[in-house]
């Protein structure tokens, strides 16, 4: 199936919309790469970024930007740390993501918790036609998630 791709850069406690959805919900997506970089790549920066994914827009983006494995709207975390003292605290990246597919536009977040740099993100969407069951099935689940988090 074809991949779809997307790029940007999120602001300390900023959410961006990726706009998914469609008039019948017959295409649906999964994550199949997520990555990150820093906005600000050199020596003088310190970075303690949390990037994540979710299905529903959040309301307020916690400081620390902790995510939390057990919130069934979480599609895909990274955290990035970078030390201005790259010698003794060299760049470390960890990302993870949820095999699960979803229909509905998808909300992405960030949170820098050592300053207010910003960070890059790149996430490919693998695309997949979805039978009508299938297609309902990922619609009411998304609608499920909006209606328990009001």
Known sequence: MPIKSFRGQ????EQETIPLHTNNGSTGYRIV???LF????TSAFNYES???IFKIQQGAIPADG???FADQTLLACGYYTQSA???TNPEDINVIFDN??????????????EGASAINYYIELEQIKL?????TVATLKDIRNIKSNE
């Open 33 to 35: 790469k997520f990555e």
């Open 38 to 41: 820093p906005a600000g790549a």
């Open 50 to 52: 949390f990037v994540s």
């Open 131 to 135: 039978s009508l069951d299938e297609s």
């Open 10 to 13: 999120l602001a300390d406690q």
């Open 66 to 68: 902790t995510p939390d």
């Open 100 to 113: 699960e597919i979803f229909n509905q536009d998808i909300f992405i977040s960030h949170s820098n918790s």
């Open 85 to 87: 003292s790259a010698a």
